[in-house]
């Protein structure tokens, strides 16, 4: 195995414009193969205790997947999983790579609605619906909650219906109504079907002017990223116009932000009629999540 981790972690260094940690990588590629056929290696340091010795379809697979990170295919892709809030959905280039900040939005509605101390619900709604996972995680965790989740791409609304059949089971269509609609829609589309008790978002609030990762634009969908007028406020500045019409009384609404502009949403919330608006940060420290109480 050392061998092959010395051939995946050159591939790899051979490509450092598009891999950041190549050490991290080998480690994840030689996981990832090898515990196919061995279940029991489930972490890092079985792998390494254990030092399975590869098979030559092994091997293939993995250098394989090596060079095709090295030209800037995200793992995830390669993998064909993420694992997010300690359980693995299917992705791939339809939607954005879920990720840790996302968890963070997650874990607040979580403590939000575990703080109501309510025995059923709560109904909410999601804009954005991409992979499905928090909708998934709303469901998952609150088997009383039900909702309405809104999505531009058919592709994605898919990947999201595999995701969900997966971990709610096939009866998740009786809980989680999904609205295919087109990018310029923002909460419209909720409203004759509110008021909700939660609202949940991480939109789209990107500008083509900002600096993002090159990878990132050739990999994942920028209709994820950009609003499709390419306003960086659009979403968060259409719920604040349908608020009142979207927002049960004593609900909340719960929105991944971009930092650099966490202060001016903050100040623009506290005029949609919310009766208290906070900042959540990260776990660098910096504002990622905003709620606001209604």
């Not at 390494?48 to 800037?72: C, F, K, M, N, Q």
């Not at 809030?85 to 879920?98: A, C, E, F, H, Q």
């Not at 999904?178 to 509110?194: A, K, M, R, W, Y």
Request: charged letters at 25%.
């Amino acid at each position: 195995m050392r061998e092959l981790k010395s051939e995946i972690l050159g591939t790899l260094k051979a490509g450092m414009e598009n891999v950041a940690s190549p050490e991290a990588e080998t480690d994840r590629i030689l996981l990832h193969v090898l515990s196919q056929s061995r279940p029991d290696l489930d972490s890092f340091g079985k792998l390494y205790l254990s030092d399975p010795v590869p098979t030559p379809s092994e091997r293939e697979l993995a250098i394989s997947l090596a060079r095709s990170r090295a030209r800037g295919i995200p793992l995830q892709h390669l993998f064909g999983y993420q694992t997010f809030m300690d359980r693995d959905y299917r992705v791939n280039g339809s939607t954005l790579i879920p990720r840790p900040e996302t968890e963070i939005l997650v874990a607040s509605c979580e403590e939000w609605i575990q703080q109501r101390k309510q025995t059923t619900g709560p109904r909410f709604a999601e804009l954005g619906l991409g992979t499905g996972v928090i909708s998934c995680e709303l469901l998952v965790r609150f088997p009383g909650a039900s909702g309405v989740a809104t999505e531009i791409s058919s592709e994605a609304i898919r990947l999201a219906e595999s995701n969900l059949s997966r971990w709610c089971g096939p009866r998740w269509i009786e809980r989680l109504r999904i609205l295919p609609v087109t990018p310029d829609q923002g909460f419209n589309p909720f409203e004759p079907l509110g008021p909700f008790e939660l609202l949940v978002s991480n939109p789209p609030y990107v500008s083509r002017d900002d600096e993002i990762d090159a990878g990132v634009l050739l990999h994942e969908p920028g209709s994820a990223l950009f609003p499709w007028n390419n306003d960086p406020g659009f979403f968060y500045t259409d719920f604040i116009l349908r608020a009142k019409k979207l927002m049960a009384p004593g609900g909340a609404a719960f929105f991944e932000i971009p930092h650099e502009r966490a202060d001016l949403l903050e100040a623009e919330f506290q005029k949609s009629g919310a009766k208290r608006v906070s900042l959540i940060p990260d776990l660098t420290g910096r504002p990622r999540v905003l709620r606001a109480e209604f």
